[in-house]
Each structure stands twice: as C-alpha cells, then as structure tokens.
C-alpha cells in the first residue's frame, strides 16, 4: 500500500504518514482471521436457512425464482460436497467472504484519489472491522455480492479511462447486481455522482441528457422486447417490493442505525469529521460528490428492511467519504492507535457475539436426522431443514403472511392435501400458536391452524409428526387422516374399520374416513414405522435469528 496508484488528476497527493505497509497488511489478515473465526462460530440465520433451502429446491427441479438468487447459481455444488446442512452453510460463508474483500479492496483505491493512502486504508479497514459490516458481511444473502459488484462499478467509474468498454463493464456490474437483489438502485445516487465527477468539465449538460435519455431508450426496449415470464418477473417483484419495502413510515428501524453508529464508532468517527471537512472547503472531494456517495444511506429513513445485515451493502458508498475524516483522528491519536483501535472493535464484537445457538441448531437438526434418515416433506417457517422439501416454501412470518392473510387462501391445508407432508416443524408465532384468538393477523387462518392441530402430534420438542391421539370410547367414531401412509399403533389396542390392531403394530392408512372403535383405552396412530425418539433433549433457548 506504500506505492502511488496512478491517478487521471492532475491534483496534488496529500503526504502519507507514517504507518507501514506490513503493519496496515497484518492488521487486514487479522481482521479477516477474526470474521473467519466468526464465521464457524456464530448460527445461521433464518435468511440463510432459507437461502440455502432455494439451492436444494433448484437442484430436486423445483420452480426457484430467478430474480434475487444469485446464491442458487454460484453455490449450487455445495449440496454435493460431505457434511451437514449448517456445515454447507458455513462454508458458502467463506465462499462469500471473498466478496467482502473486494468490497473493501475498491474502497481503499477509490478513496486514495481523494485522500492519502493511509487514510484510505483506515478508512477501509474501519468499514471491514466496524459493527454490523464485520458481523454480516459474510451470510448468505445476495447484500454482500450486490455490495462487491457496485463498488466495484465505482471504481470503474472513478478510476479507470473514459473509455466504452470500461463504461460497459460498469452498466454490466450493475445490471447483474440489480438481478442479484432489486435494492441495487438505491446506489443510483452514488453511481451517477462517481459518473458526473469523473466526466466533469468533459461532457456537457445536453451531452449528459443524451446519454441518459438513450440508456433509458436501450432498457425500454430491452424490456419490451424480454420473454413475458421475465417481464412479468420483474414487474411483480417491482410491485412488491415498493408496496412492502417503503410502506411502514419513518425511520422503521431506526433502533438498528443508532446501534450500527454505536457498535462502529471508529467509522461512525471518520464519517462526521469528513462531513466537517467538506464544509471548510479544504478537501479534494467536492461536496456534491460527497453527498452523492452518502446518499444511498439515506434509504434507512423509509426502508423497512434496514436490519442489521443492510449495513454490509450500504455503506461501502460512506466508507469513501470516511477516509476524508482519518487524518485529524491520526493526528490527534496517532495512526498505530486508530489500526489497534479498528482491530479491538472487531474482537469485541466478536467475543460479545453469542456462541450457544449454533450448538443447539447442530443438535436438533441431528436429531431430526435421526427421526427422519430420509428427506420428506415438511412445514415449518424458515426451512430449518434446508434439504427436506418444503410443503409452503416461504416464510409463515412478515411479508409472506401479510400476502397469504390478504388473498385468504388456505394454503397449508391445500399443501397438506397435495402431498403427503409428516414432519411439522413448530417454530415461529404463527406455527406455535395454532389455537389463535380472532382477528390475529400474525397467525394462520383458523382453518389452517385447525388442520395443522388436528393432524400432527408431538414428537421430540418442536418436532411434530402426523398423527393423532384417540380417547377412549365405547362408540363407533369416524376420523380423516391428511397425511396418508405407515402408523405405528401406540399406547392401546385399537380397532380400524372393524379389525382390532394391537399396540405395536404397523398399519398403512390412506386418506379415506376411517372407523375406529370401539376402544377401552387412549391410543395413537403416529406416522412411521416405530420412528426413533433422540434420546438427547430437545435444546431450550433461541433456535436462531431474525437477523
């Protein structure tokens, strides 16, 4: 980092300081370290449970929408390696992390044309190293690939020749990055004021409106003349996600900002000081530029998604500006202090991370295994098992339930009919409550609660099979099976369309009524032939998070 990139400038370089190279390197390896050991240490989320669901999905032929999962092309072959599922996820961990490296690798050059190059590599390292960024950077979402393939058209636009393959290098990282995830347009702001500053005194304003009318021109067409089942696509998604993600007022997770600026203060530092040193005058970053990288952050006032994870796409754009406001923190503290002080807020937050979870998910996900050797079809809210096909493969929670409560359809109990579905998996409000009061728009409909309650039983913990437990009678009774297939007798004798099945016993039921009784004891039909019971404890405690 000790050499001087070229620059198209004719600007003068600020003085570098006097921090080493080696030393800048040493502390960049460790905070990489540290997020690697991060990375096997802290669970999985719901987002990347279901992420990793969608490549299992693709792979069995299942319909996975195109848009917004770049994940089931660039990690189908994990599935395939030895390992369990979370195994599989942790490793698409380190496969996305390279992607944060390049992330912060366009920032450090990008920020050196307007800054020293000491400062742009604080500036750099305090985005990889600084709250949310350092904790998210690596999950399996589309946040951090989209992050990487923006920058890295930044970069192209701020520091490569004016040239038209360079300018179609940058539209292409951009047009893969919106595919990727649909909120790449809020780095339009950035992305055109990096394009008006480097164009700057080259072009004029009719030549600009030239070019922007015919881009717009060229995507029209492109969109006109796109296969109906892209264009179609594309306009759902765009639909919805303007009438979800803007629509829940101000500042809708404002809590999550004011915890990002206090988790990475390093950078929360840089950042104001940089606003401060634009307005003296005294900077090579003119103002509007400045205004136009911070500008994408903006989107935390109305976005309903801003959640944690959000920072480690957003704020590449900032860590530019940061590097503006490195040099009076150096001054003041000296640049060893600032690197040493980068590095503890990344193993502070890693220490203070909690480290249980993942050892319950590793246990019940065993003991599912053990339950169910086999794949087979389940419900549940975040496809926990991401490798068992899911009979509803979306979430029973936020959006997805909002949608599924305004088109009334019953949807778990059409699935249930559809296919034989023995495995609920009962986490999540709306699949723990299955007796809801009225009117609780955070629960399923009655009549899918009251089938998924009055067919499946317990098993071991949140693990329930189909079944159901029959009270004893001294009448004929009649009762409908939704999951058709092998019950094992337990508890009491039974009789079943007037044959009498001893406990123990195997019998294979469809989905017809079938008449029981009478019978002198409580029995149940469980599905499966004698299915195991783990004999380790089902875990208490948070099974994972939201985020």
């Known amino acids: 980092m000790a050499s001087h990139a070229p620059t198209f400038d004719t600007l003068a370089k600020p003085p570098v300081t006097a921090l080493s190279g080696k030393l800048t390197l040493f502390a960049a390896a ?87 190059e000491q400062s742009a590599a604080l500036a750099a390292l305090a985005f990889a190293g600084g709250g949310n960024v350092f904790m998210h950077a690596f999950a399996l979402r589309a946040d951090m690939i989209a992050a990487a393939l923006l920058t890295g058209a930044l970069w192209i636009l701020i520091t490569r020749s004016r040239s038209i393959i360079w300018v179609g290098a940058a539209a292409a990282l951009c047009g893969i990055a919106a595919i990727a995830t649909i909120k790449s347009v809020l780095y339009a702001p950035a992305l055109i004021a990096a394009a008006a500053w480097r164009w700057r005194g080259k072009i004029g304003i009719r030549a600009v409106t030239g070019m922007l009318l015919l881009g717009l021109a060229v995507a029209m067409a492109a969109f006109a003349l796109a296969p109906a089942e892209i264009t179609q696509s594309i306009k759902g998604l765009a639909r919805s996600s303007a009438n979800r993600m803007f629509s829940a007022g101000v500042f809708p997770q404002g809590h999550h900002f004011i915890t990002q600026l206090a988790i990475a203060p390093i950078l929360t530092g840089f950042v104001v ?64 202090i600032v690197l040493g002080g980068i590095v503890l807020n990344a193993l502070i937050l890693s220490v203070a991370e909690e480290r249980d979870m993942l050892d319950r998910q590793r246990i019940v996900q065993s003991g599912i295994s053990e339950i169910f050797p086999e794949p087979v079809r389940y419900i549940d809210d975040i496809a926990f098992r991401p490798d068992f096909p899911r009979a509803v493969p979306h979430f029973a929670s936020g959006w997805a339930l909002e949608n599924y409560h305004r088109r009334g359809e019953l949807v778990y109990t059409e699935a249930m ?104 004891k409580t029995s149940t039909l469980r599905w499966g032939d004698a299915l195991p019971i783990p004999a380790t404890p089902f875990p208490t405690g948070q099974l994972f998070t939201n985020y």
Not at 30 to 48: G, R
Not at 51 to 61: D, P, T, Y
Not at 301 to 324: E, G, Q, T
Not at 461 to 468: D, W
């Open 273 to 336: 000081l940089a606003f401060i040193k634009t307005t003296t005058g005294n900077c090579r970053m003119p103002f509007w530029l400045v205004l136009g990288l911070v500008l994408p952050l903006a989107s935390i006032i109305i976005y309903r998604n801003a959640y944690p994870y959000y920072y480690a796409f957003i704020l590449p754009p900032v860590a530019i500006v940061a590097a503006l406001g490195v040099q009076p923190i150096v001054e003041r503290y000296g640049a060893r």
């Open 30 to 116: 460790l905070l990489v370290a540290l997020q690697i050991e991060l990375l096997f240490a802290k669970s999985v989320n719901w987002d990347e449970f279901f992420h990793f669901s969608q490549i299992h999905a693709s792979l069995r032929g299942e319909p996975v929408q195109w848009l917004q999962t770049p994940h089931v092309y660039l990690f189908s072959l994990v599935p395939s390696l030895p390992g369990s599922p979370i195994d599989h996820i942790l490793l698409t961990r380190i496969l996305i992390l390279p992607f944060a490296v390049v992330t912060c690798l366009a920032i450090y050059d990008i920020a050196r044309r307007f800054a020293d």
């Open 417 to 520: 009919k559809s296919a034989p579905t023995p495995f609920l998996f009962r986490q999540g409000y709306a699949l723990e409550v299955l007796e809801p009061v009225p009117g609780d728009e955070a629960a399923l409909l009655p009549e899918d609660a009251a089938a998924l309650q009055g067919n499946y039983i317990q098993h071991w913990g949140r693990v329930f099979v189909a079944g159901k437990h029959i009270e004893p009678s001294d009448t004929v009774r009649s009762i409908v099976l939704a999951v058709p297939g092998r019950y094992t007798v337990e508890g009491g004798d039974i009789t079943l369309d007037g044959v009498k099945h001893a406990a123990g016993s195997v019998v294979v039921l469809g989905r017809d009524a079938i008449e029981i009784g009478p019978n002198t």
